[in-house]
């Protein structure tokens, strides 16, 4: 992809989709849904070329607004600040999210961390910005402890 | 583990509403010590182990401004400047490294708040310095982003990204390090055209005053 990001930031890979690159982490899928994938969606499909047919390029319209609608409830969800206006942001986003959701894949059933996620507003206001509390550390703490040569010996 | 805790618990004490003016007053050091860096508390606290080397990282050498530069800078302090400056090839602020154009091209992309208005622009920076007697007070001229008529991102105003022209603008603009500045992701769109969105604020003292503007930018995050 030929977006141009800041050093610090951690792209997604360059064979990312492709079954050689496996399962996507939590902070690649992030990285994408922040930009990578809305835009990339935007410019193939908001518009729509004219042959293709109309009921395929609404289907197209609808994914689009989805990831779109997705990308801004993850804006909002993870901001450096919250307050209420941060929260019932986040909690219409998701729940449109979740309706484009319903009418593009009406028999996928909704999962418990649809569920789970349509909480996150809650604890953005009891708990702060979602960076005081997520588990991207432990993870990276978890990562590090992985890395550590112990001759195959636990504890 | 321990100090993780416990730093995060304080952010969050000094987010919420109704918190003691004593506490704001501790937020630039707390945000000093614990940076929204994208590196993680735990790596922050690694590389703080290593400042002295950071430090001897910072390139700063003196030279003097070129004209237009000087002129904008002149205009934007409102009083006369020595044209010899201390400049920064590359300069962190808070845990983000920002560059000169010429340096890194990737880092030297970034939104701003332009004084006495409400909204982000994009722009290019060409120049970190400091005068060289207020070695403190950092400033960056930057060359904005031309704007051009496109409403494709327009709908989702809340996705913070929209298009502008690869041009920039020649006139040179003054941003000092205080102000609200983003780092910015940015894509081909179109022929001249790129999409640009800011990523995550990075100014350096949060203040009262910062606090009520930020009420009014249409882009708060």
């Not at chain 1, 969800?77 to 959701?101: D, F, G, Q, V, W």
């Not at chain 2, 201390?86 to 808070?94: F, G, K, L, S, T």
Request: positive net charge.
């Amino acid at each position: 992809m030929n977006t141009m990001r800041p050093t610090w930031q951690a792209g997604p890979p360059a064979n990312f989709g492709s079954p050689a690159h496996g399962k996507p982490k939590a902070d690649q899928w992030k990285t994408c849904i922040e930009f990578d994938l809305p835009v990339s969606l935007m410019k193939m499909w908001s518009t729509g070329a004219a042959d293709v047919p109309n009921e395929l390029r609404l289907r197209r319209q609808l994914l689009v607004e989805s990831t779109m609608l997705l990308s801004m409830a993850i804006r909002w969800a993870i901001s450096y600040r919250t307050s209420p206006r941060h929260a019932e942001a986040t909690r219409r986003y998701l729940e449109l999210y979740m309706k484009t959701l319903r009418e593009l894949f009406p028999n996928m059933d909704l999962h418990p961390v649809h569920h789970n996620a349509l909480h996150l507003p809650d604890f953005l206001l009891r708990f702060g910005p979602i960076h005081g509390w997520w588990m991207f550390p432990f993870e990276r703490l978890i990562g590090i402890l992985q890395k550590v040569n112990n001759n195959y010996k636990i504890g | 583990m321990k100090s993780f805790c416990a730093a995060s618990q304080l952010k969050v004490l000094v987010e919420r509403p109704g918190c003691p003016k004593v506490l704001e007053k501790c937020v630039p050091i707390l945000h000093e010590c614990f940076p929204n860096s994208k590196i993680g508390t735990l790596m922050h606290d690694i590389h703080t182990l290593d400042q002295e080397e950071h430090a001897k990282k910072v390139k700063v050498k003196e030279v003097d401004l070129e004209e237009d530069i000087h002129s904008a800078f002149e205009l934007y302090k409102k009083e006369k400047q020595p044209k010899r400056v201390n400049q920064y090839v590359r300069y962190d602020i808070n845990g983000r490294g920002f560059a000169m154009e010429n340096t890194t091209p990737r880092n030297s992309i970034i939104f701003y708040q332009p004084l006495n208005e409400q909204i982000l622009v994009p722009a290019v920076i060409r120049q970190i310095f400091s005068p060289v007697s207020k070695g403190d007070q950092i400033f960056i001229a930057v060359h904005r982003y031309q704007e051009v008529e496109d409403s494709t991102f327009k709908s989702y105003t809340d996705f913070g990204a929209g298009i502008w022209s690869q041009e920039r603008s020649l006139q040179v603009e003054i941003v000092p390090i205080t102000q609200r500045i983003y780092a910015a992701n940015r894509r081909q769109w179109a022929d001249n055209r790129v999409v640009l969105r800011p990523l995550i604020e990075v100014h350096r003292f949060p203040s009262i005053f910062e606090a009520v503007v930020d009420l009014l930018l249409n882009q708060d995050f």
